[in-house]
């Protein structure tokens, strides 16, 4: 899926730790899109950004900051990981009223 | 709020059975539509889309869904499944204008052989 890249594909932290999940796009989308994915749940919106310059609280925004760096790139940061915030998290893309491209996710585990 | 309900979680099949997997949704205006399948370990990929006109959409690999406007209702079908089908199915609605997919929680499918 070479539309949306994610970084990094797994990642082990302790808990307080702090780090930043990368996301890509080379498709020109002008919004993007971040959510984790538990059991059971679905997928959940975390934060988005309709365009450039714009971001949005999602569902579950709470110990996320995000950062729409230019068209391309939207990061997740988590300032300080706490086990609740282990999940697969995936970052996504689209333009207009197109369906949404997906990354490939990335496994998030918090000690 | 709007929300998305899938009534299975868990579908266990044989190859050959015929699927329908149930979604609805609250939303009382003119929404867009979408079925999504997750193959274990991997991404979300689109199966089909509903913008408007015939409410029988078909997808790819043989993959099927009506839309009934008057149920609030997005099902997913196919008429033979195969082994190969095996995999979470997400269906997901977008209120027309709103930049947000709702998504519901999901269904695992496990096609036995």
């Known amino acids: 899926n070479a539309g949306v890249t994610q970084t990094p594909k797994f990642q082990v932290l302790k808990t307080g730790q702090s780090m930043t999940l990368q996301c890509a796009q080379d498709?020109?989308?002008?919004?993007m899109y971040w959510y984790r994915q538990d059991p059971g749940m679905g997928l959940r919106l975390i934060y988005y950004?309709?365009?450039?310059?714009?971001?949005d609280k999602g569902e579950v925004p709470n110990g996320y900051n995000v950062s729409r760096l230019n068209k391309r790139e939207f990061s997740l940061r988590l300032e300080s990981a706490a086990p609740s915030q282990t999940s697969v998290y995936f970052c996504?893309?689209?333009?207009?009223?197109?369906?949404?491209?997906f990354g490939d996710g990335t496994r998030l585990s918090i000690l | 709020a709007q929300s998305v309900s899938q009534h299975n979680h868990h579908v266990i099949l044989s190859e050959a059975a015929s699927l329908e997997l149930g979604c609805n949704y609250s939303?009382?205006?003119?929404?867009?539509l979408f079925w999504y399948v997750q193959y274990p370990g991997q991404h979300l990929q689109l199966l089909l889309k509903?913008?408007?006109?015939?409410?029988l959409v078909k997808g790819i690999k043989g993959f099927e869904a009506e839309f009934i406007k008057s149920k609030f209702s997005f099902n997913l079908r196919k008429p033979s499944v195969q082994w190969s089908d095996t995999a979470e199915y997400f269906c997901?609605?977008?209120?027309?204008?709103?930049?947000?997919?709702?998504f519901g929680a999901g269904t695992r499918l496990a096609v036995h052989p």
């Open positions: 996504a893309s689209h333009i207009g009223d197109q369906p949404q491209h």
């Open positions: 498709m020109n989308h002008n919004s």
């Open positions: 950004s309709a365009s450039e310059g714009t971001t």
């Open positions: 939303y009382g205006g003119t929404v867009n």
């Open positions: 509903y913008f408007s006109g015939d409410p």
């Open positions: 997901a609605v977008t209120p027309r204008g709103y930049n947000k997919l709702i």
